[in-house]
């Protein structure tokens, strides 16, 4: 979850009231309200299922912890974490088609109330017991959520007059505020009573908290732009159908294959893993391929493109480890860490609301710190705040091998030890997250403006089908050691980017 709260919303928000005199929202536009209250509850729906997705997988199996529910899908924690991975992974990987159907099919307004009614499907299918349905539900959230995600913020940016509208920042700050209120209290709710009463029950309200944000958005629809309406630029009829062919051979091939695969009585849950992986990483280096080969872009933006390259990297790495606070940390909340502090008892589920926590209480102090210093002329550069959240979210996995080791022998660990780990990776992602989407609006060559945000979303599919990659390949990423590699690998990595600072600087022509 990346959040990019710089500007103080409340003082820009009394900058101007909201257009036409309309009554406004904070003093925005009070189509911000409809999109807030939309997110807010999308969010409530994701984080909540996402809070709940490892703890599910490996209920019932020798991975659970031996008091807790049963009822889940009793898989191990490698295979638990691969999924989980593979999950988060299609989620930005389809931001990407999900952006090209408002564009070129429905327009952004349309597909979100298509994206809307997917997840919402895609919940109750997941309320439904058993392992098909579960694979079925996940299937139609991250198709959902990927078509949901480009649209909503598309059409946050139409509610202001321009790039220069001086409440569009605070406005978007107000949004992704909904974000972190919908991610914090998703596990609070969704996550005990599908811990602590059924997990089926866990997932339906997750499909409530959808259906609500539905409706929110229905019933708005009149604040928002009307170009939240408009196709900007639609499909010809010769596209349509070269369109619909291809994915219908594509279609057709995979059928085919996973037909004679299930015919022939070896087909494993990696037949359908390890191939999603695969594509995982193979879309997000072949579009940073194309586009840096591309014979039409200018010397400095080819130039651009190769500095660029290594934002990309540096960001994969964070991702790999960032993401698996919901994954290899969720799990040893779950088995490893007792589930009191200070007398109160909690599922473990709640630990995924403690990073959202984090983001609304630190993000206004990181911010203040960069304008502080900036007024100084002191104010890192993009490299060095990039090298900073490598370094940051490598010394929370390097301090994670402290309570592993201290649970070895079955002792349970405080809870505070995942707070202060979740602590240091959310100033981690402060640090490098804002200015990742900075950077990359700045860096992107003219020819691929809007595609270049897609290729930011694809650093964290990168990211995290490598963790799924080695989970399949039998490396125990809830282990120390490889916990140990990790947080040694991001900090080497945070220290080559810094080393390398100046050189990166000279490929972007001066762009951080």
Not at 212 to 234: A, D, N, W, Y
Not at 418 to 433: C, D, F, H, N, R
Not at 475 to 503: M, P, Q
Request: aromatic fraction near 12%; charge should be positive.
């Amino acid at each position: 979850m990346a959040s990019s709260l710089t500007k103080d919303a409340a003082r820009q928000s009394s900058a101007a009231a909201a257009p036409g005199g309309e009554k406004g929202f904070f003093g925005h536009p009070r189509g911000l309200a409809t999109l807030f209250m939309t997110e807010m509850w999308e969010r409530f729906s994701f984080y909540g299922m996402r809070a709940l997705l490892p703890l599910y997988l490996i209920a019932g199996g020798p991975a659970a912890d031996k008091g807790s529910q049963g009822g889940g899908l009793a898989m191990t924690a490698a295979t638990a974490t691969a999924i989980y991975s593979i999950y988060m992974a299609m989620v930005y990987l389809l931001a990407m088609p999900g952006g090209w159907f408002g564009d070129r099919v429905w327009g952004p307004r349309k597909t979100v109330v298509i994206s809307a009614t997917i997840i919402m499907a895609g919940h109750l299918t997941l309320a439904v017991p058993g392992e098909g349905p579960f694979f079925g539900g996940l299937a139609l959230v991250a198709i959902g959520s990927g078509l949901l995600k480009a649209n909503i913020s598309t059409m946050v940016g139409h509610l202001y007059d321009g790039p220069d509208d001086p409440r569009r920042d605070g406005g978007f700050t107000v949004f992704y505020m909904g974000i972190n209120v919908g991610a914090f209290a998703a596990p609070l709710v969704i996550g005990t009573v599908g811990q602590n009463y059924s997990w089926h029950l866990g997932f339906a309200l997750a499909a409530v908290g959808m259906g609500l944000g539905l409706v929110q958005f229905l019933l708005g629809t009149r604040h928002l732009s009307e170009r939240s309406s408009v196709v900007p630029k639609p499909l010809s009829r010769a596209e349509r159908d070269a369109t619909l062919r291809k994915s219908m051979l594509w279609l057709l091939a995979a059928a085919v294959f996973y037909g004679v695969v299930a015919a022939t009585g070896v087909y494993t849950l990696n037949w359908a893993l390890v191939p999603i992986t695969v594509i995982g990483l193979v879309i997000p280096v072949g579009v940073l391929v194309r586009i840096s080969r591309d014979r039409e872009l200018s010397g400095t933006e080819r130039s651009r493109m190769k500095g660029y390259i290594w934002f990309f990297v540096a960001a994969a790495v964070f991702w790999m480890i960032y993401d698996q606070g919901g994954s290899t940390m969720s799990i040893f909340g779950d088995t490893k860490s007792r589930d009191t502090l200070f007398g109160f008892g909690f599922p473990s589920s709640w630990y995924q609301s403690v990073n959202p926590l984090w983001i609304m209480a630190l993000a206004p102090v990181l911010a203040w710190v960069w304008v502080s210093l900036a007024r100084r002329n002191r104010e890192p550069s993009t490299t060095v705040k990039f090298a900073l959240g490598l370094f940051l979210v490598g010394a929370s996995f390097l301090v994670f091998i402290v309570p592993m080791a201290i649970a070895s022998d079955g002792t349970k660990v405080s809870p505070m030890w995942l707070v202060t780990i979740y602590m240091i990776q959310t100033v981690g992602e402060l640090a490098l997250s804002p200015v990742g989407l900075s950077v990359t609006t700045k860096m992107a060559p003219a020819k691929y403006g809007s595609q270049m945000m897609g290729v930011w979303f694809l650093a964290v599919t990168a990211g995290d089908c490598t963790t799924s990659l080695l989970s399949l390949a039998g490396v125990d990423l809830n282990g120390t050691d490889v916990v140990a590699f990790e947080g040694i690998l991001a900090c080497i990595a945070g220290y080559a980017i810094w080393t390398y600072r100046r050189r990166v600087s000279a490929l972007t022509a001066g762009t951080p």
